[in-house]
């Protein structure tokens, strides 16, 4: 660009007469005292008057003090001002005086102290000034509060006015300060509102606000709410402001995790964090401190969203392989896109990287069955066809090359390259059926206990019709003789009445079959009634038992393990037995055994019992049937006292699923030792896995993932900070604008970011422009000084401050000529722009949405994900304390292995598990210190107790020298080197404590302060006399 002799000249003049075109910072000169009006070159501005001037009131008397307010409507700052009381608007006339109020704006009077007059002593911005109107008692002129108020050098109101200021009498006069006398809250609270009579100051009393409330608004003569900065010496003086405390300098402040933003505490975000290591910055998950800044900040394999550090996801945008593979395992950074992506053989899955069952050899084909491998390909065999990765059987409809093709579907054939049915069969859903509506003497052969007539399929004698089958005749069906009826056991024709099947004459209907009658059912002999569970048989003289009863001596006991029998119903007797139809005897159902070789009892098998299916082994539970029909523990547990326990560390193995990595972090097989051992990116710590840290042992960059920005150094095999990064306490940290730099790889951490070839410092990129340490494009083109410049793109905003163009404002898009407020699925740049939706961040996309951790409601609403809701990470599940996600089995919110799952009416919740909570192994008991899963509940070892969340040793009982050493225990003494309950108190070993007995009406509980003597004195008399109280 190319500048102009004259151009040069006319900046040297304008660098001589800004004093005299802009006025002065301090205050208006002398001159200005009649006119108001400041020396700035410009008129005043004819636009609506931008401030309010108000008075305490609108009346005053002559011992009045009226504050008077300059505040701004729209919140915009003004730089000075220029007041005078004055009887007449224009007339350079003034009554009373005008006087600042202490720890507000500097003020001075340039007009001299007979003069009513007020005005800035510095040209600092401010939203509001207070002073005092104090009348003239020899006056009594109606009055007006005149003022020039300066916005900036080129935008001033000359002579804006407040309210009229009436003259009134003493008894008529407005109260603006607090009484200094009163007789009670009333008189005060009239005077000044919420405020209270103090009759402790003296002996008249005194008016004063309460301790939360403050003294300070002219416009409304109250004691209004303490806010953010008031002094207060205790919480409750700023109980008016939500998350606030009284911090240490006696001023109302907000507590931790909040900061002061519009007088409110909202929740901190992570650059609200001033830091000076990146321990300050560690309640913050992948944050760390920028020295030059001394603020907290989101790595460069992150992303920032509504304040916090994410994990970055596939189409994410990316530098380096390491940008994506902290938050992906299996990812990579597209050199073409700079997305993050899955690396070759492996394809996107709800968001992960899964191999590409596609790509294969010999050995990849065998993990699916019914296929073989062809030219890097697995292919389905010619009977099955792909569906989602897997080979399925072909059916009705599917392409086909010969009949062996379609051999899943019974009776159908390949016609015309389609699996179809074959002739007098017909497609009925996914099966072909028999045509019943044809028939040959051939084709009812299809149809058991049928035969062909004219044509038709026929039942035979003793059948009916259903479904297109021949089913027996069932009680009830009609009939012509009793061979129709054999179906049913000891059922016949009625031919003599109703003609249908019923049960013969010693026999009676029980659903579906005939049962003989029981015992009080009507019968020829009455001679079995004293025979408790027999029946009478009209074809003899004796009594029967029962089926599921046996005759021994003279009546009839229940069958056991061993007896004969027709049915199960016949062991009933012998709980969890059936009836062996081979042997017709009774014996236990086949996930059980007889207890101790007893006949009357069945119990649940236990391990390396004989089974012959995974059901037989369901009483042990992780337990299947072996190969060697034993029960025995699947492969992820061990056998430990007849139960199957989970395998850990160092545990064998032969698959990473044998380890459970879900419990077990960061641990898989180690295939050579068929042990459990870390994954490479992790180090052993006691009985767990750990990331590594910088130092620590590598072999390829994604062992170094614990630690972002790491990368492995192959020449001295460790993990180190990459050529962008910082190493600062065992952390690698990116550098900012501003910083040094060698190439521009150094300032990648900055988006749109070059190294200066001036400077060599990070710096925004051509067409970039730095705005809240980040380069942000510039948009518009249109050059302005004020937002009515602006007025061609409707709701655009002038940015007065670099660029001095047209913008939109923030949460605004440009379309065509306006700006747009962006919703959910609206474009963005950066996640400012979808600021309309409260917490949306702009995704890979450039898409407003909802962040990882919470779910669209609609195109302006997301809600935090709660317990249930679908996840990638455990980071989505925060917004529910102590959840994290489900990433093997569900992808689902779900609570921490020590947690349990609550509910109340509005959601979800998790609770720590306490003693007797269910639990399934001792990491869900993790909560109580020292307890342990027993009997599938939590509990203490023995001999101690739960207490506030920790076992501690039980005390009764205990050895002990003094009473001092059994306190824990209420009313616990020591006798005889022993912890005993004191007389009165009987002792309940179980819940270690002293209960009453009710022979004394107090008792000596430990803490009483006694002397050992004292004490034993007590207990003695105590002894001697029941009745005697000692306290």
């Known amino acids: ?111 001299g102290d007979e003069i009513a007059a007020l005005s800035h002593a510095d040209s600092n911005d401010v939203s509001s000034v207070f002073f005092k109107w104090i009348p003239d008692e020899t006056k009594t002129n109606n009055v007006y509060i005149v003022c020039t108020v300066v916005q900036k050098r080129i935008r001033y109101w000359v002579k804006q006015t407040s309210e009229m200021l009436t003259f009134v009498e003493l008894n008529n006069c407005p109260v603006t300060e607090l009484p200094r006398e009163c007789a009670n809250d009333q008189v005060c609270d009239t005077a000044i509102k919420y405020s209270i009579c103090n009759r402790n100051a003296d002996a008249d009393g005194n008016c004063e606000c309460p301790s939360d409330r403050i003294f300070n608004d002219p416009a409304n003569p109250s004691c209004s709410e303490k806010g953010l900065g008031d002094s207060c010496t205790a919480l409750a003086d700023c109980k008016f402001v939500t998350s606030s405390i009284c911090n240490t300098e006696r001023k109302c402040a907000c507590t931790t995790g909040y900061v002061a933003k519009s007088n409110a505490c909202v929740v901190e975000q992570v650059s609200d964090v001033v830091c000076n290591t990146n321990t300050d910055c560690s309640r913050f998950q992948y944050s760390r401190c920028n020295q030059a800044t001394s603020r907290c900040y989101c790595t460069q394999e992150v992303k920032e969203v509504n304040g916090r550090c994410e994990l970055k996801v596939l189409e994410d945008s990316c530098e380096q392989d390491t940008d994506c593979t902290a938050g992906v395992a299996q990812s990579t950074c597209s050199q073409t896109l700079k997305k993050c992506q899955c690396r070759d053989t492996y394809l996107e899955q709800n968001g992960q990287c899964v191999r590409d069952p596609t790509v294969c050899t010999v050995d990849t084909c065998r993990n699916i069955p019914n296929s073989y491998c062809d030219a890097g390909v697995c292919l389905c065999t010619s009977a099955y066809k792909r569906v989602s990765g897997q080979c399925v059987s072909k059916g009705l409809g599917d392409t086909c090359g010969a009949s062996s093709d379609c051999v899943s579907v019974s009776d159908s054939t390949c016609a015309s390259g389609k699996c179809t049915c074959r002739s007098t069969y017909i497609q009925q859903g996914d099966r072909c059926i028999l045509d019943t509506t044809i028939c040959t003497t051939d084709t009812c052969r299809n149809i058991p206990n049928s035969r062909c007539v004219t044509e038709s399929c026929v039942c035979l004698s003793g059948y009916k019709k259903a479904n297109g089958l021949c089913v027996p005749k069932v ?59 027999s029946f ?58 007889p207890k101790d070789g007893q006949n009357n009892q069945c119990i649940w098998k236990g391990l390396s019992d004989t089974c012959s299916a995974i059901d037989d082994c369901k009483g042990v539970p992780n337990s299947v049937c072996n190969a060697n029909n034993k029960c025995d523990c699947t492969s992820a547990y061990k056998a430990i006292n007849g139960q199957c326990q989970m395998k850990g560390l160092t545990d064998e193995c032969t698959q990473d699923t044998d380890c459970n990595p ?59 900070c990459s050529v962008a990064y910082k190493e600062i306490g065992g952390q690698c940290l990116t550098r900012e604008l501003g910083e040094t730099c060698i190439r521009d790889e150094y300032c990648r951490g900055i988006t749109k970011s070059i190294c200066s070839n001036l400077d060599k410092k990070c710096t925004c990129a051509d067409g970039y422009i730095e705005r809240d340490k980040r380069c942000e494009l510039e948009v518009y083109d249109i050059v302005c000084a004020n937002n009515a410049d602006c007025t061609p793109i409707a709701l655009a905003v002038c940015d007065t401050g670099n660029t001095k163009k047209c913008v939109c404002p923030t949460g605004y898009t440009r379309k065509e000529s306006r700006c747009q407020q962006i919703v959910l699925g609206g474009e963005c740049i950066m996640d400012v722009d979808c600021r309309g939706v409260p917490n949306a961040v702009c995704n890979a996309s450039k898409k407003c949405a909802c962040p990882a951790w919470q779910k669209q409601l609609s195109t302006t609403q997301c809600e935090v994900k709660g317990i249930g809701d679908s996840c990638k990470y455990n980071d989505d599940c925060r ?58 509940k939590c509990a203490c070892p023995q001999g101690m107790k739960s207490v506030n969340y920790d076992c501690v040793p039980k005390v009764l009982q205990t050895y ?21 309950c004191s007389y009165g108190y009987d002792t309940v070993i179980e819940q270690d404590t002293c209960r009453s007995n009710g022979q004394l009406t107090g008792g000596v509980p430990s803490r009483t302060v006694l002397s050992g003597g004292t004490l034993m004195f007590c207990f003695i008399v105590q002894i001697v006399f029941s009745k005697f109280k000692c306290s």
Do not use: W
């Open 879 to 936: 917004g529910t304390p102590h959840a994290l996600c489900d990433r093997i089995y569900t992808n689902m919110c779900e609570c921490m292995s020590a947690y349990k799952q609550m509910s109340n009416t509005t959601h979800k919740y998790c609770e720590i598990r306490g003693i007797g909570d269910n639990c399934v192994n001792s990491a869900e008991c993790v909560g109580i210190k020292g307890s342990s899963c027993q009997n599938s």
């Open 960 to 980: 002990c020298d003094i009473t001092e050493e059994c306190k824990e225990v209420s009313y616990a003494i020591c006798i005889d080197n022993k912890c005993t």
């Open 475 to 533: 009680l009830g069906d009609p009939c012509e003789s009793n061979s129709e009826c054999t179906a049913v056991k000891e059922s016949v024709c009625d031919l003599g009445g109703t003609k249908i099947c019923i049960c013969s004459a010693l026999y009676k209907q029980q659903g579906i079959e005939c049962t003989l009658k029981d015992p009080g059912d009507p019968c020829n002999a009455d001679t079995c009634k004293d025979v408790p569970d």
């Open 536 to 593: 009478c048989n009209p074809g003899s003289t004796v009594c029967n038992c029962l089926p599921a009863y046996k005759s021994q001596g003279n009546t009839c006991v229940p069958k056991v393990l061993g007896d004969g029998c027709g049915v199960t119903n016949d062991c009933k007797a012998v709980t969890n037995s059936i009836c062996n139809p081979t042997t017709s005897t009774c014996v236990c159902s086949n996930s059980y055994k």
């Open 662 to 720: 879900q419990q077990n972090v960061g641990v898989k097989c180690d295939l050579a030792t068929e042990l459990c051992t870390c994954m490479g990116a992790y180090k052993r710590s006691a009985d767990t896995c750990t990331f590594k840290g910088l130092s620590d042992v590598c072999s390829t960059t994604d062992n170094c993932r614990g630690v972002q920005n790491a990368v492995c150094d192959s020449a001295r095999q460790i993990c180190v």
């Open 1 to 111: 660009m190319t500048v102009s002799r004259r151009n040069i000249v006319c900046a040297t003049c304008l660098t001589f007469l800004l004093p005299a075109i802009f006025g002065y910072p301090t205050g208006p000169l002398k001159s200005a005292c009649d006119n108001m009006t400041p020396l700035h070159g410009l008129l005043p501005s004819t636009d609506p008057f931008e401030y309010t001037i108000s008075t305490s009131s609108r009346t005053y008397c002559k011992t009045s003090r009226i504050t008077v307010s300059i505040t701004a409507k729209t919140g915009v700052p003004f730089k000075g001002f220029f007041c005078q009381a004055r009887p007449i608007i224009n007339t350079y006339e003034t009554v009373g005086k005008l006087e600042r109020i202490e720890g507000v704006k500097n003020t001075t009077n340039v007009c």
